[in-house]
């Protein structure tokens, strides 16, 4: 089992940049693919984007794409989300995902944190 516990949510003005943490326990993160998703009131949840463990490659979707960058310390067993140019659509709580040895991927993802909020005023 691997625990997942996200940080660094907050309220900020529209422009500014966030970038959250996702600190995993349990388990070593580095043979895992790791992934962000989010949930906006009244929406479904959706993929941000994901980081494989073997190359370190990642996805994004496509909207977020040149905004958002993940990347990972498997040291500190930490993956991030840097979050820039932020826009009010972007309000959301940020979910951090795993799944152990899984090609980097948009869906089927195993281990879940609790979430952090984003919240982000025009």
């Known amino acids: 089992q691997v625990q997942l516990v996200e940080s660094g949510g907050g309220s900020v003005q529209a422009g500014d940049s966030l970038r959250l943490s996702c600190s995993a326990s349990g388990r070593t993160i580095s043979r895992f693919a790791m992934a962000w998703f989010r949930q906006a009131p009244g929406k479904e949840r959706e993929f941000v984007g994901a980081i494989g463990w073997r190359s370190g490659s990642t996805i994004y979707a496509v909207s977020l794409k040149g905004r958002f960058t993940i990347s990972r310390d498997n040291a500190k067993n930490t993956v991030y989300l840097q979050m820039n140019s932020l826009k009010s659509e972007d309000t959301a709580v940020y979910y951090c995902?795993?799944?152990?040895?899984?090609?980097?991927?948009?869906?089927?993802?195993?281990?879940w944190g609790q979430g952090t909020q984003v919240t982000v005023s025009s």
């Open positions: 995902a795993a799944k152990e040895e899984g090609a980097v991927r948009r869906s089927g993802y195993d281990y």
